[in-house]
């Protein structure tokens, strides 16, 4: 099959999770313009890159991370064994931070989420008296200037409490006056936290933004904030642009509970990031033996009608101390520590992929015709064990624009 359309891109033999077999894909002015089997590469502009068979996806989704408080260990000690003591310990620094620092430490995490296929992100920023707006002001710099790789969303939100923080609440106007798009909140460090989260859904409402919550994040089920979130989400009928981080607490819940939590998350519409490297980490930590794991089953979750997606949240610091800033292998961690089999593996690439998608109301998000040309490449010819067997991200391209290449290892047998 050809068509007359003149390309200044073709994708040759690219296999597409919706595809029996490879398609060409090609792109006209930045978007994609026809998807088929041999399309023609027509004139001295048009450019074709082979992509043999291989896996192609429209970029990772990364919609939880903190790239102003990343890469801090060389700051602190390493043994930081609660949420209470890493909020303490980045509370400590943060008053010192800088706004050449903050776009340093995120510039280095961003380049690593963009070489391992990430090119959309929610990013989470503090705003408190302590940092004020230099955090912000280094990230709205870092979204401009990577542009050219990664759409990079701002979340504020002010991580040591609100109503008993003086000052926080005008700088979260402030931030979301001048750039801020979507807020948060930390319900958990407040000491009125109906009233935090009344005032977040008020902030939220008012300059009509998603709302994106840290929650419940400990092993104790017999209190949590969850009820209050979802009350405020149907009240406004904000449902499907609320999102809860973390929600440890579900992970302790037992059948019976679970399965009333789950109707009432999807009745609501309130979304569910599980962040497999931190919860790992800091839930459990107390325990002698048996540890529980503190990780929620975001794939059951989903396939029980609540959208959910699986993300980094932080790298190198008190609340994690690892990190490479690849969904894939975030993917990977969670499916091993969620018992995830084979049959779940292809909604574990969902939770990076088209699930966050949603969760950001990302309407331009896919390989399809319109869209953006915003494509990866990994080395695999069968998308369903893409996160069972950790392939390379080979390429990228945004906008049809080639933004990084992997070189595949070569093999020196003395042999041959």
């Not at 939880?64 to 060389?74: S, T």
């Not at 939100?157 to 000052?167: H, V």
């Not at 794939?299 to 959910?308: E, S």
């Not at 790298?315 to 520590?337: C, E, H, I, K, Q």
Request: glycine share 8%.
């Amino acid at each position: 099959m050809t068509t007359e359309t003149a390309f200044d891109l073709i994708f040759r033999n690219a296999l597409l999770r919706s595809s029996a077999a490879p398609v060409d894909i090609g792109v006209k002015g930045g978007r994609i313009a026809a998807i088929a089997p041999k399309l023609t590469c027509e004139g001295v502009s048009c450019e074709a890159v082979e992509v043999g068979g291989r896996l192609a996806l429209p970029g990772f989704v990364d919609t939880h991370i903190h790239l102003d408080k990343a890469c801090l260990l060389g700051r602190c000690r390493h043994d930081h064994g609660s949420v209470s003591e890493a909020i303490r310990a980045v509370a400590g620094m943060k008053k010192d931070f800088t706004v050449e620092d903050v776009y340093a430490r995120g510039a280095s995490v961003l380049e690593r989420a963009i070489a391992y296929g990430t090119m959309r992100m929610r990013t989470h920023v503090e705003i408190d008296p302590r940092i004020g707006l230099r955090g912000f002001e280094a990230l709205k710099s870092l979204k401009r200037d990577y542009a050219w790789a990664i759409d990079l969303e701002l979340c504020v939100f002010p991580q040591e409490g609100l109503t008993n923080d003086p000052g926080a609440e005008e700088l979260l106007i402030q931030a979301l006056r001048n750039g801020g798009e979507a807020i948060g909140g930390c319900p958990y460090m407040d000491t009125d936290p109906n009233a935090h989260l009344e005032r977040i859904f008020d902030l939220a409402q008012e300059f009509d933004v998603d709302v994106d919550l840290h929650l419940d994040f400990d092993l104790d089920p017999s209190w949590w904030h969850l009820d209050q979130v979802c009350r405020q989400a149907e009240r406004r009928n904000y449902q499907g642009r609320v999102a809860i981080g973390h929600a440890t607490k579900l992970s302790a819940l037992p059948p019976e509970r679970m399965k009333v939590a789950t109707a009432q998350l999807a009745r609501a519409g309130v979304a569910v990031t599980v962040l497999p490297a931190t919860d790992l980490y800091l839930m459990g930590r107390e325990a002698t033996h048996n540890a529980p794991r503190g990780l929620t089953l975001a794939h059951k979750l989903a396939g029980d009608g609540v959208l959910c997606s699986v993300a980094t949240n932080n790298v190198l610091n008190p609340f994690t101390p690892f990190g490479d800033a690849s969904l894939l292998r975030m993917a990977n961690l969670y499916a091993n520590v969620a018992h995830a089999s084979v049959s779940d593996f292809d909604t574990c690439l969902d939770l990076v992929t088209e699930l966050p998608a949603r969760l950001m109301n990302l309407g331009d998000y896919g390989i399809k015709i319109g869209n953006p040309a915003d494509l990866i490449v990994l080395d695999t010819r069968d998308s369903r064990f893409a996160v069972a067997e950790l392939p390379d991200v080979l390429m990228g391209f945004k906008a049809g624009r080639k933004t990084f290449a992997r070189q595949r290892p070569t093999l020196f047998n003395p042999k041959n």
